[in-house]
């Protein structure tokens, strides 16, 4: 039967399932908690059907933490059964207050009296047909141990169909002042501070349907220690009355939304009025818009800077002539060394001053801008720098920038800009994008869509914008130093400058009102340079949160993420049994061994099993970690003999109380099925780039455990590849939710430290290589998979017109006999020993790369080499095949240069063309260097595994086709659908199965059913 399609929330939902193993780890975690406040929940009820009360009542009852009162006012319901209901439920729990109004006060009146009622320092405002999540209390709580301060909590919410079906998940930013003016987007769960709210006087008479978005805006004029908790906490009940459904079913509420939102902007003193913005009108949606009017006669200074192509600088400035209605402005073109001759005819022809600033022969944005600002009129109040190839499109486009300006708070302000197929092409800025470096919020939506949640149409706040049209104030530009000429010359300049401010304490807004096009990099390139990468991520970090953009969310478009799941913080120590295959010097082995140390230190109890010995045992005992080897025979047993086996290594797991089973490579797939026997989940990385069931056949003679190999993929939590293209091999890295993708890392400063010891001239004279040589390199054990025959072919072939060369194969393994002996036999037969050498195999390779002067990869196949990333930290010049993860290590012709496998020809045109252009040379090594130095560090792997690891510990373990969603299920369950398919594979062994297939798969699956209807009731 073909599973039904699941949206990228329905996987999410699953991610984050509330089971019982989560519940008792929240119970001992509160009997941890110093502070245990008292939450009081405000429910005004009128007139709805006892079923949502009852289940509304129910998800209060269910919350794990206990410290709780409901305080329910009945609004004069005239429907009968209510006062019944409300009457049982407060009987049979002393934490239920009722009280009973005999005049209809409203939503508003009625909330005020349940905060009458209430005793609890914080207050939960809950809808009498909504659900609370059954850790929604404990999370505030939670929260509440390191922030006692919190004046206002919000979380973030989903919507419920009356027949239980959950959808439409709102994923919220971090505390948004600007934001809450454009729409109530704070919505549930909302909690304050009881004291708080009533020194505002509760809710306000006259805005009901809009009563909480009034509360909210007079609460965050009292307090700024609002806290947003990323986690859907609440369930709003989607009934036809709702203002959710659609602003029109309640039009008062909207009436409401404006006047609340027109008296917050009284309060502040902006010059604006409230209305809704004609998409709103349209999708019945309930956003505002603030009309800004009599936005003053500050004088603004429009810098462009440009070189050249008149044509872009004259249209940018002719649409702002044409176009703009405000007045008090003024242009000043930057010119950046203009050779054209129609560039300066141009420039001669216009009233507007022209600044030369060019320097040297580099382009320097930055040191452009700030040198712009400098020879600006001291009655200049405001900076508006635009780019050279944008054209207005709103003619009040400054008004809208610079109504904003009316807030002391705000640092600066970014226009909506479109491509010209008007898709947008700037929406605000998301800092961490790509691999922790920003991107343009909304990237290619149509400009005619509203995007998720309305943000790509309404003014918000975004941690920066672009100064491809932003906003500033002279005096906050001055303030934080403008922008940074020294080290982001070209790239991240603006993101940089939108930090500073924020540092400062201002805040940053997007406003959609202000549009225009913007024809990206068509007067200069796109690429960013990789020492502004650098500069960028040594000054900020490798960026992992954005405030303003929720972490359950991905991608410029807002999708919901179907790779996190919940973490839940954890006092003890995590137990973690690693399991490799061999103990050996080599690949896997030692990259387990480096994730091992990096989590043995940040505090995880560490325990490493595997079948065979080797020398990396020791290194794993001097770390303080324990080893286990353990015979473990598995090649060519029966199935029934794998499953004795399980069941005796799932016996000692269970005994040894581990957490998690973190498995490396393929071939120990069993240790899957070990986790799933003990009900604990497993994290596989798979490091092979091969086919599963090819390579499980070599290490297996049984076909049915070459299937059981291939079908332990639904088990783990996680599927970790070490790049995209590996990945690939196993399905669709961007559309399976178990799939992570974690690059190998390595450690800078090790080499780093060796470099500074050791110079390139001192080694190359210990090694005896004579002035003018040049040393080419291959790092890796000799097999044919590394292809060091193709190397010494293309060896030969450049040794023929160059004999000052020096061809280095580091890793010769006498246990490889027969291509070893190929090896030597070639480099003999060809009269080139002197010029190249077969280095035996050596953990001490970094001389090798200390002396050369090109490194080569000439492998078939790698999933993401260690080699490469230590060439690359050498600042090698490199050329490798194009093979699986080397096209993610490095951008061809940028990083290194990319040669088809098993081509010598091609390989040695390539290094011939590194040792012809010394240009060519060091600019890949520099691009290399920064390229792994910004991507492919220790410490990035190190944060990602253990992310995965924190995640996988509250996961259900898969059970072979056989799902369960809710752990609440008995031990029974999971054993007879584990036993179900140990009888399955028994028959396949003995033949049965494949013989009578369509009668086996209909006994399974009525096993199945049987044992579904079975969980169903006993959770029922």
Not at 140 to 147: D, E, K
Not at 318 to 341: F, L
Not at 548 to 572: A, C, I, M, T
Not at 781 to 806: G, H, M, P, W, Y
């Amino acid at each position: 039967m073909k599973r039904p399609a699941l949206s990228d929330y329905d996987i999410w939902m699953n991610n984050f399932a509330f089971t019982e193993k989560k519940r008792n780890h929240v119970l001992s975690e509160i009997e941890r908690f110093s502070y245990k406040p008292l939450i009081s929940i405000a429910t005004p009820v009128y007139n709805i059907e006892d079923v949502w009360l009852e289940k509304c009542i129910q998800s209060v009852l269910a919350q794990t933490y206990a410290n709780w009162e409901l305080c329910i006012v009945d609004d004069a319901s005239t429907r009968k059964g209510i006062r019944e209901v409300l009457q049982r439920y407060s009987k049979s729990d002393s934490r239920i207050k009722t009280k009973y109004l005999t005049q209809n006060l409203h939503i508003s009146g009625a909330t005020n009296e349940a905060l009458d009622m209430a005793g609890g320092e914080f207050v939960a405002f809950l809808d009498h047909d909504d659900e609370l999540h059954p850790n929604a209390l404990y999370e505030i709580v939670n929260l509440l141990q390191s922030s006692k301060d919190a004046d206002i909590i919000y979380t973030d919410n989903d919507m419920i169909k009356t027949e239980g079906k959950r959808f439409g998940p709102k994923f919220k930013p971090d505390w948004s002042p600007e934001l809450l003016l454009s729409y109530m987007y704070i919505s549930h769960l909302f909690v304050c501070r009881t004291a708080l709210v009533r020194e505002v006087g509760g809710l306000r008479k006259g805005y009901e349907g809009s009563q909480d978005h009034d509360l909210a805006l007079r609460l965050s004029e009292m307090t700024d220690r609002i806290y947003h908790i990323p986690k859907i906490l609440y369930h709003a009940r989607l009934m036809p009355t709702s203002v959710s459904r659609s602003g029109d079913s309640k039009p008062h509420a909207i009436a409401c939304g404006i006047k609340a939102v027109q008296d917050a902007v009284i309060r502040r003193g902006f010059r604006a009025t409230v209305d809704r913005p004609d998409f709103a009108i349209k999708a019945k949606y309930g956003n505002y818009k603030l009309n800004f009017h009599d936005s003053g006669n500050e004088r603004v200074a429009i810098i462009i800077p440009t070189r050249d192509r008149v044509d872009l600088l004259k249209r940018c400035i002719d649409s702002i002539e044409a176009k703009t209605t405000y007045k008090n402005y003024e242009i000043i073109i930057v010119d950046d060394r203009s050779q054209e001759e129609a560039t300066h005819r141009y420039f001669n022809s216009i009233r507007h001053r022209v600044i030369k600033a060019g320097y040297g022969v580099e382009f320097n944005f930055s040191r452009i801008i700030n040198r712009a600002v400098r020879e600006s009129g001291d009655d200049i109040e405001y900076l508006l720098f635009l780019n050279n190839d944008t054209e207005v499109i709103t003619d009040n486009w400054i008004e809208e920038m610079l109504g904003w300006m009316q807030s002391p708070e705000i640092g600066a302000v970014g226009a909506k800009l479109l491509y010209s197929d008007n898709t947008i092409q700037h929406a605000g800025i998301i800092l961490a994008l790509h691999e922790g470096l920003p991107g343009h919020a909304f990237k290619t939506l149509p400009e005619s869509s509203i995007g998720y949640l309305s943000l790509a149409n309404v003014a918000r706040n975004s941690s920066a914008v672009t100064a491809a049209c932003m906003l500033t104030r002279r005096s906050s530009f001055e303030e934080v130093g403008g922008f940074d000429e020294e080290d982001l010359s070209e790239a991240y300049n603006d993101v940089d400058y939108c930090l500073k401010l924020r540092e400062k304490g201002y805040r940053i807004v997007f406003t959609p009102y202000a549009i225009l096009y913007h024809y990206e990099g068509r007067s200069r390139g796109r690429r960013v340079p990789v020492n502004n990468e650098h500069a960028f991520r040594k000054k900020w970090g490798n960026i992992r949160v954005d405030p303003y953009f929720n972490p359950n969310l991905e991608g410029w478009l807002f999708r919901v993420r179907k790779d996190v799941r919940e973490v839940l913080p954890v006092s003890r120590k995590i137990k973690i049994l690693l399991v490799s295959h061999n103990f050996n010097y080599e690949g896997a082995p030692l990259s387990l061994l480096s994730i091992a140390k990096g989590l043995h230190k940040d505090g995880y109890e560490i325990s490493v099993l595997s079948p065979k010995d080797g020398v990396l045992k020791d290194a794993y005992i001097e770390n303080g970690m324990e080893v286990i080897v353990r015979d473990i025979r598995l090649a060519g047993v029966s199935v029934a003999a794998f499953y004795e086996e399980i069941n005796k290594l799932a016996a000692w797991v269970s005994e040894s109380g581990f957490d998690i089973i973190f498995c490396n490579t393929l071939n120990i797939f069993y240790a899957h099925y070990v986790a799933q026997s003990c009900g604990i989940p497993s994290i596989w990385c798979i490091r092979e780039s091969a086919i599963a069931a090819s390579l499980l056949k070599r290490y297996f003679e049984n076909d049915a455990l070459v299937k059981l190999g291939i079908e332990a993929a639904e088990i783990p939590t996680h599927l970790i590849f070490v790049s995209k293209e590996t990945a690939r091999l196993f399905g669709d890295p961007e559309n399976n939710g178990a799939f992570r993708i974690i690059h190998n890392g390595i450690g800078i400063e090790e080499i780093e430290k060796y470099k500074m010891t050791y110079t390139k001239n001192r080694l190359r004279k210990e090694y005896g290589i004579p002035d003018g040589v040049r040393v080419i390199t291959l790092v890796g054990t000799t097999n044919r998979r590394k292809a060091q025959d193709v190397f010494i072919r293309s060896a030969v072939e450049l040794l023929k017109k160059d004999n000052k060369l020096l061809f280095n194969i580091v890793g010769g393994r006498e246990e490889e006999v027969e291509y070893l002996g190929m090896l030597r036999k070639m480099i003999s037969d060809a009269g080139v020993g002197k010029y190249i050498r077969i280095i035996p195999e050596t953990p001490h390779v970094f001389p090798y790369y200390r002396i050369s002067d090109i490194f080569v990869c000439a492998s078939y196949a790698e999933s993401f080499p260690r080699v490469i990333l230590e060439a690359m930290l050498f600042k090698l010049p490199i050329v490798a095949t194009k093979v699986y993860g080397i096209q993610e290590q490095i951008e061809d012709g940028i990083s290194g240069l990319l040669v088809p496998p098993g081509d010598h020809n091609i390989l040695s045109e390539k290094i011939a063309l590194l040792l012809a252009d010394e240009s060519l040379t060091l600019g890949l090594a520099e691009n290399a260097y920064y390229r792994v130095i910004n991507k492919f560090t220790y410490d990035n792997m190190m944060e990602s595994y253990k992310r995965c690891i924190n995640e996988s510990i509250f996961s259900l373990p898969n059970y072979h086709g056989f799902t369960i969603s809710d752990e609440r299920s008995p031990l029974l369950l999971k054993k007879l659908s584990y036993s179900v398919n140990q009888y399955r594979h028994a028959l396949e062994r003995d033949g049965v199965y494949e013989g009578n297939k369509k009668t086996m798969k209909k006994l399974c699956k009525k096993l199945y059913g049987l044992f579904s209807a079975c969980y169903e009731e006993d959770k029922n």
